[in-house]
Every structure is written in structure tokens, then in C-alpha cells.
């Protein structure tokens, strides 16, 4: 019994420092954001709770966050889509085509994705600007492709190695060409994990910042990271309010395509495939 | 016929099905069957050798021809049944036909024929993971036949089910077939099922056919000492014996003792030689007395088998087993002397050297 309490008291206590390890910042982040001090950091004054500063990013035409907001959207949403298009053909044949140096693939595609983002970033402005991309939704796009296609890759090769063989076997027989067991049996059986990984392309896509420092130059192109980073330079000083305004709402899209997939992502679909 | 990775799963593989037969390849674990299946199916393309339906080339190697499981015309039913989890019953048997661009009320209605047939109709609206072993077989079965197939082929479909429900549909599985009239290629490694299901059976091994026959000509004329241990349970006792003539008689020796019997005049056209004598466990029986003829054995081990008994016996130092049905011997202690008498008429006897080739055996010799 008191050897229960014991671990009770001890789990309780690791689960609330983990919770409050996590979310601390983001308390002080929207705390920040609803407080009408502009000196949030100062101990001076009182705490008052104003939607003010969300009011004005959504409102002020200066900041342009709407304009990031949107760039970013669409740039993780293409990002996303043409990621996992390309990823889920890519693990289609890697698991299923007799194809010579599978392995090979798959491991080069992994060492590509080990370069420093840094380390390519003087060559990839270099190459975007000769092709006079700089500052459009492309020179964001194709780059943010290469960088989040091997761990897609990697996510659904794990993902279609666990549907049964059989499965494909019993389309080509039904009738099926390739491409509609592509289509009608794998992308289905492997919802889960194909939303997952496009979930998580997307969010790499949007939280993605150095890339989008030195490649976008105003609010054509800039998302979000990069737009709310440069909100402190812009009028001399630090809109402490305004960030985190910015910086809550921004996280917005991601609850919410998080909440709307939950069920999706955990349903373990392949269940039931083969014998129980 | 096929390679995989360099090896020959299959090779030098002859086999001519008649219309709506049921065919059985059967065969122990990697002996190549399910490769001759998929070669069939179109699962895999041959490296040799040409595959007809009718009139009609559907895979030659010389030729380059290899139509896909579409073109053919095949439904196939897998061991693991491979059914769509994602789709209802109803989706999963309607899948062929969907995929084949069938108007929607004909799908309907077939799918609830073959539902009615199989008597699934309760379950078209159940998710595959909802149903048990049995009922996930029988959806299998339902989306190969909905449509009307040239060729039925099944890969071990009852192998995942308990053995009283195996029985059952085995039953079944036979009506459906005889009903249908399609030509039905079963793959299995059960002889069991190969002997109750085929019209006939083609034993492999080693991706090479060993004997094509009927059931009661594989147990009754087996082509070689494989054939022999792998069709029949218990399996038939191999012995190795000689076969000689003294003062004109012909008899058959095993260690030292002697098989005199006036049936072994049936082998007289035998050269003197080694060979191995087969012999079914029920063909050997025990006598009261030791008598002319009969053989002196140790009995190892009795294994009650319900209506009967498996007597482990030893033999001049050779294992073989007898099946009696007297209720005395279930109480017969290891150790104790036997006097067995073998039904020489119901003997086979395989060379001893080489591919261990039947040589004579009751059907062709008429000595029974």
C-alpha cells in the first residue's frame, strides 16, 4: 500500500515537471500575448488582459502578418502534398518492385539529408538567384521538398513494409494496374501513416527558418518564423506583444490540423488484414 | 521455371489440368508449388517453359509473352486470405467488379448471390478485422468467385483454420467447385486434403514433379519411396531387404530373417538384388505363434490412435510401425517379442540405388 503511494506520489510529480517543463514557455508566450504591457519584461505596472496585440498583427498592414500567414500556408501545404506524393511512390516500389539496390536508395537519400542545412545554404542562393527565384514560393518549396522527402520516405517505407505482400498480390488479381492498387488499396490501408507523415512534412515545412531567412526578402515570399523574427527590427523597438500574439496564432494551424487527424493517426488500420 | 535469386523454384514441370478438374499440387514446404501457382496466376514471370489456358499462350519465355493476372482471367485465394481492411464485406467481394467497371446494381446483385451461397449475407457490413477465421475464409472464396474466372486458383486456403472447421470446408470447398465448374488449381502441403479435394494430384518436390495421378493411383502405385512416405498416415515402412531365389523360390530377406511366402511368386521376374520393400503399416499383421513366415520384432512404443493403434516396432535393426486394431496390444509393454506377418501382395518393392524407382508392386504384378 505504501509502497503504491510511493510510485503514485513519484509519477505524479515526473508527469506535472514534464508537463510544466513543455508548456511553461508557451503559458508565458500567450500570457505575453494578452497582456497590454508593451514592457512585458519590466516588473513595472500591472497585468492587464487585452486582446490588443492580436487585434493589431491581424489589423496592421506594417506588420504583414496575414500576408506570412498565408505565404506560409501555402508554401508547407504544396510542400507537404508534393513531399509525401513523391514519398509514397518512392516507398511503393522500394517495398514492393523487384528493383536492384534498394538499400543503396534508401541509404544515400538518408546520408543526403545529413548535410547541415548550413552548409548548403550560400550554394542554394547562389542557384535560386541565377534562376531569378529569390523571394517566390518556389525557392522555398523545392528545398523544403528535398529536406523533408527522406524522412518521409523513411516513415512510409516502414509504414508500407507492414501491409502484407498479399494485399498487392490480391488486387493484381482482382484486376487492379498498378497504379489503382497504389490508389485503392495501399493509400487507404495506409491512411494513418500517410497522414502522419504529411502532418509532420507540413510542420517541418512551417516551422522551417533559415532556409526562408536567406531566400525571401519581404512579405511575397517571408512565413511566419522568419516574419515574426524580423518584427523586432522594424520599428526600433521590441513589440514583445506583438510576437507573441503572432507567435500564439501562428501555432493555431498546427493544433488544429493535429486535432482534426488525431483519430486518423492513431486508428491502426491494417488490423484485420490477415488472420487475427 | 522460375528463379528466385539464382535458384530454380520450379524446373521441368509438366502439368496438363483437364476442364473443371480439380487439380491438387501438393508437396512439403518449398518444393515449389505456390511458385507454379503464382506462374499460373501471373504473379511471377517464367524464366523457361510456356503456360497455356485453352488455346490460349498466356506466358512463354522464348516468346516474351507474359499476359498479367487481369488478362488472364484468374482468381486466387491466399493462405492468408489477403483480404482489403479498409472495406466492408460487401466492398471486398465487389472489388473485382468495381475494378472491372460492372454497373452498380449487377454488382449488387451478384455479390449477394455469392453472399446467399456462402452464407454471409448477415455479414457485408462488417469490417474484415470484425470476423473470425472462418468467416474471413469464406469472404475470400466469395471475391474469387464473383466473378467468373477461366481458372480458380487456392494457395493453401485452409491451413489458418482449426481442424474441425478445415474438415467442413474442405467439404464444402468440393461442392463449390463441383457446382461451379471451374477448373481449380489448390495448392497444399496436406496429403490429406490433396487425397479428399483433387480429382488429381501432382506430387513436387524439389520444384520437379515426382508423380501425377489420381489419388488411389499415388497411394496404390507410388512412383518412388518419396511418393510412398508422403502420401498415406501413418506413412508406409521402407525397408531394406533383399530379394533373392533359393531352390527356385523367390523370397525376400530382411536382415536375417526370411519372408517365405507362396504370394511372392508374383516377383519371380526380378532380377536377385537389394531393394527397399514398402509396406503399408496395416498390411503387416501380428501373429498368436511364431510360424513359417512370419518375423520376429521388438516393440518400442504403442500410440493409441482411437479406433486403432501405431505400434513402433523394430525390425533386424530397421524402425517401422504397424496399425492394429486389437484392444490387447494397448497394454503391451516396450520390449516384448512380435510376431509379424507383411501381406507381401500388398508389398511394393522401390530399386535400392538411384531415384528409388517402384519396380513392382501388387497393381502390376497380380499377386494380390
Same mark, same amino acid.
Given at each position: 500500500? !505504501?509502497?503504491?503511494?510511493?510510485?503514485? *506520489?513519484?509519477?505524479?510529480?515526473?508527469?506535472?515537471?514534464?508537463?510544466? &517543463?513543455?508548456?511553461?514557455?508557451?503559458?508565458?508566450?500567450?500570457?505575453?500575448?494578452?497582456?497590454?504591457?508593451?514592457?512585458?519584461?519590466?516588473?513595472?505596472?500591472?497585468?492587464?488582459?487585452?486582446?490588443?496585440?492580436? !487585434?493589431?498583427?491581424?489589423?496592421?498592414?506594417?506588420?504583414?502578418?496575414?500576408?506570412?500567414?498565408?505565404?506560409?500556408?501555402?508554401?508547407?501545404?504544396?510542400?507537404?502534398?508534393?513531399?509525401?506524393?513523391?514519398?509514397?511512390?518512392?516507398?511503393?516500389?522500394? /517495398?514492393?518492385?523487384?528493383?536492384?539496390?534498394?538499400?543503396?536508395?534508401? &541509404?544515400?537519400?538518408?546520408?543526403?539529408?545529413?548535410?547541415?542545412?548550413?552548409?548548403?545554404?550560400?550554394?542554394?542562393?547562389?542557384?535560386?538567384?541565377?534562376?531569378?527565384? *529569390?523571394?517566390?514560393?518556389?525557392?522555398?518549396?523545392?528545398?523544403?521538398?528535398?529536406?523533408?522527402?527522406?524522412?518521409?520516405?523513411?516513415?512510409?517505407?516502414?509504414?508500407?513494409?507492414?501491409?502484407?505482400?498479399?494485399?498487392?498480390?490480391?488486387?493484381?488479381?482482382?484486376?487492379?494496374?498498378?497504379?489503382?492498387?497504389?490508389?485503392?488499396?495501399?493509400?487507404?490501408?495506409?491512411?494513418?501513416?500517410?497522414?502522419?507523415?504529411?502532418?509532420?512534412?507540413?510542420?517541418?515545412?512551417?516551422?522551417?527558418?533559415?532556409?526562408?531567412?536567406?531566400?525571401?526578402?519581404?512579405?511575397?515570399?517571408?512565413?511566419?518564423?522568419?516574419?515574426?523574427?524580423?518584427?523586432?527590427?522594424?520599428?526600433?523597438?521590441?513589440?514583445?506583444?506583438?510576437?507573441?500574439?503572432?507567435?500564439?496564432?501562428? /501555432?493555431?494551424?498546427?493544433?488544429?490540423? /493535429?486535432?482534426?487527424?488525431? !483519430?486518423?493517426?492513431?486508428?491502426?488500420?491494417?488490423?484485420?488484414?490477415?488472420?487475427? | 521455371?522460375?528463379?528466385?535469386?539464382?535458384?530454380?523454384?520450379?524446373?521441368?514441370?509438366?502439368?496438363?489440368?483437364?476442364?473443371?478438374?480439380?487439380?491438387?499440387?501438393?508437396?512439403?514446404?518449398?518444393?515449389?508449388?505456390?511458385? @507454379?501457382?503464382?506462374?499460373?496466376?501471373?504473379?511471377?514471370?517464367?524464366?523457361?517453359?510456356?503456360?497455356?489456358?485453352?488455346?490460349?499462350?498466356?506466358?512463354?519465355?522464348?516468346?516474351?509473352?507474359?499476359?498479367?493476372?487481369?488478362?488472364?482471367?484468374?482468381?486466387?485465394?491466399?493462405?492468408?486470405?489477403?483480404?482489403?481492411?479498409?472495406?466492408?464485406?460487401?466492398?471486398?467481394?465487389?472489388?473485382?467488379?468495381?475494378?472491372?467497371?460492372?454497373?452498380?446494381?449487377?454488382?449488387?446483385?451478384?455479390?449477394?448471390?455469392?453472399?446467399?451461397?456462402?452464407?454471409?449475407?448477415?455479414?457485408?457490413?462488417?469490417?474484415?478485422?470484425?470476423?473470425?477465421?472462418?468467416?474471413?475464409?469464406?469472404?475470400?472464396?466469395?471475391?474469387?468467385? @464473383?466473378?467468373?474466372?477461366?481458372?480458380?486458383?487456392?494457395?493453401?486456403?485452409?491451413?489458418?483454420?482449426?481442424?474441425?472447421? +478445415?474438415?467442413?470446408?474442405?467439404?464444402?470447398?468440393?461442392?463449390?467447385?463441383?457446382?461451379?465448374?471451374?477448373?481449380?488449381?489448390?495448392?497444399? %502441403?496436406?496429403?490429406?486434403?490433396?487425397?479428399?479435394?483433387?480429382?488429381?494430384?501432382?506430387?513436387?518436390?524439389?520444384?520437379?514433379?515426382?508423380?501425377?495421378?489420381?489419388?488411389?493411383?499415388?497411394?496404390?502405385?507410388?512412383?518412388?519411396?518419396?511418393?510412398?512416405?508422403?502420401?498415406?498416415?501413418?506413412?508406409?515402412?521402407?525397408?531394406?531387404?533383399?530379394?533373392?531365389?533359393?531352390?527356385?523360390?523367390?523370397?525376400?530377406?530382411?536382415?536375417?530373417?526370411?519372408?517365405?511366402?507362396?504370394?511372392?511368386?508374383?516377383?519371380?521376374?526380378?532380377?536377385?538384388?537389394?531393394?527397399?520393400?514398402?509396406?503399408?503399416?496395416? %498390411?503387416?499383421?501380428?501373429?498368436? %505363434?511364431?510360424?513359417?513366415?512370419?518375423?520376429?520384432?521388438?516393440?518400442?512404443?504403442?500410440?493409441?490412435?482411437?479406433?486403432?493403434?501405431?505400434?513402433?516396432?523394430?525390425?533386424?535393426?530397421?524402425?517401422?510401425?504397424?496399425?492394429?486394431?486389437? +484392444?490387447?496390444?494397448?497394454?503391451?509393454?516396450?520390449?516384448?517379442?512380435?510376431?509379424?506377418?507383411?501381406?507381401?501382395?500388398?508389398?511394393?518393392?522401390?530399386?535400392?540405388?538411384?531415384?528409388?524407382?517402384?519396380?513392382?508392386?501388387?497393381?502390376?504384378?497380380?499377386?494380390?
Amino acid at each position: 500500500m !505504501r509502497e503504491r503511494k510511493i510510485k503514485l *506520489v513519484l509519477v505524479l510529480t515526473g508527469s506535472i515537471f514534464m508537463l510544466l &517543463f513543455c508548456l511553461a514557455p508557451f503559458l508565458y508566450m500567450i500570457s505575453a500575448s494578452l497582456s497590454s504591457n508593451q514592457y512585458f519584461l519590466s516588473t513595472q505596472g500591472f497585468f492587464e488582459i487585452t486582446l490588443e496585440n492580436y !487585434r493589431a498583427i491581424l489589423t496592421a498592414p506594417s506588420l504583414h502578418f496575414i500576408d506570412y500567414l498565408r505565404n506560409s500556408l501555402i508554401v508547407s501545404s504544396a510542400t507537404a502534398v508534393l513531399t509525401i506524393f513523391v514519398a509514397s511512390l518512392a516507398a511503393y516500389c522500394v /517495398t514492393r518492385l523487384a528493383m536492384p539496390g534498394k538499400i543503396f536508395i534508401l &541509404f544515400s537519400v538518408l546520408a543526403v539529408s545529413m548535410f547541415p542545412q548550413i552548409s548548403l545554404i550560400s550554394y542554394l542562393f547562389k542557384f535560386m538567384a541565377g534562376l531569378g527565384w *529569390v523571394n517566390t514560393y518556389a525557392a522555398l518549396i523545392l528545398p523544403y521538398i528535398a529536406w523533408t522527402l527522406p524522412l518521409s520516405l523513411w516513415i512510409l517505407v516502414s509504414y508500407f513494409m507492414q501491409i502484407p505482400q498479399d494485399l498487392d498480390k490480391a488486387a493484381l488479381i482482382d484486376g487492379c494496374s498498378r497504379w489503382q492498387i497504389l490508389r485503392k488499396v495501399i493509400f487507404p490501408v495506409a491512411a494513418p501513416g500517410i497522414i502522419s507523415t504529411t502532418l509532420l512534412a507540413f510542420i517541418f515545412a512551417f516551422n522551417e527558418f533559415m532556409f526562408a531567412l536567406m531566400l525571401t526578402t519581404d512579405y511575397h515570399a517571408r512565413t511566419i518564423p522568419v516574419g515574426i523574427a524580423l518584427f523586432q527590427g522594424l520599428h526600433g523597438q521590441t513589440p514583445w506583444g506583438n510576437i507573441m500574439a503572432a507567435s500564439t496564432f501562428s /501555432t493555431l494551424p498546427l493544433v488544429i490540423l /493535429t486535432l482534426v487527424f488525431q !483519430r486518423r493517426i492513431i486508428q491502426g488500420l491494417t488490423r484485420g488484414a490477415l488472420k487475427g | 521455371m522460375s528463379t528466385r535469386g539464382s535458384v530454380f523454384a520450379a524446373q521441368d514441370v509438366h502439368l496438363e489440368t483437364r476442364d473443371n478438374e480439380f487439380f491438387v499440387l501438393l508437396g512439403p514446404s518449398g518444393c515449389g508449388k505456390s511458385t @507454379v501457382l503464382n506462374l499460373i496466376a501471373g504473379l511471377e514471370k517464367p524464366t523457361g517453359g510456356e503456360i497455356w489456358f485453352d488455346g490460349k499462350l498466356v506466358a512463354s519465355a522464348d516468346r516474351n509473352v507474359s499476359l498479367n493476372p487481369k488478362e488472364r482471367n484468374v482468381a486466387m485465394v491466399f493462405q492468408s486470405y489477403a483480404l482489403y481492411p479498409h472495406l466492408s464485406v460487401f466492398d471486398n467481394i465487389a472489388f473485382p467488379l468495381r475494378i472491372g467497371k460492372e454497373n452498380e446494381s449487377t454488382i449488387r446483385e451478384s455479390v449477394n448471390r455469392v453472399a446467399s451461397r456462402l452464407s454471409i449475407e448477415h455479414l457485408l457490413n462488417a469490417k474484415p478485422a470484425e470476423l473470425s477465421g472462418g468467416q474471413r475464409q469464406r469472404v475470400a472464396i466469395g471475391r474469387a468467385i @464473383v466473378r467468373h474466372p477461366a481458372v480458380f486458383l487456392l494457395d493453401e486456403p485452409l491451413s489458418n483454420l482449426d481442424a474441425q472447421l +478445415r474438415a467442413a470446408t474442405r467439404a464444402e470447398l468440393k461442392s463449390l467447385q463441383r457446382e461451379l465448374e471451374i477448373t481449380t488449381v489448390y495448392v497444399t %502441403h496436406d496429403q490429406v486434403e490433396a487425397m479428399s479435394l483433387g480429382n488429381r494430384i501432382a506430387l513436387l518436390r524439389d520444384g520437379r514433379v515426382e508423380q501425377i495421378g489420381t489419388a488411389e493411383e499415388l497411394y496404390n502405385r507410388p512412383a518412388n519411396t518419396f511418393v510412398a512416405r508422403f502420401i498415406g498416415s501413418p506413412p508406409m515402412n521402407l525397408l531394406e531387404s533383399h530379394f533373392i531365389i533359393e531352390n527356385a523360390m523367390p523370397a525376400v530377406v530382411i536382415g536375417e530373417q526370411r519372408v517365405e511366402s507362396v504370394e511372392s511368386s508374383g516377383f519371380r521376374p526380378l532380377a536377385p538384388d537389394q531393394y527397399i520393400l514398402g509396406i503399408r503399416p496395416e %498390411h503387416i499383421y501380428i501373429e498368436e %505363434h511364431e510360424r513359417a513366415g512370419s518375423f520376429k520384432s521388438e516393440l518400442l512404443a504403442v500410440e493409441p490412435l482411437g479406433r486403432e493403434m501405431l505400434l513402433q516396432v523394430r525390425i533386424e535393426n530397421q524402425d517401422a510401425t504397424v496399425l492394429t486394431a486389437e +484392444r490387447k496390444f494397448a497394454r503391451a509393454t516396450a520390449g516384448a517379442i512380435l510376431n509379424l506377418r507383411f501381406n507381401l501382395g500388398e508389398a511394393h518393392l522401390f530399386e535400392k540405388t538411384g531415384a528409388q524407382k517402384r519396380v513392382l508392386s501388387p497393381s502390376n504384378t497380380g499377386i494380390a
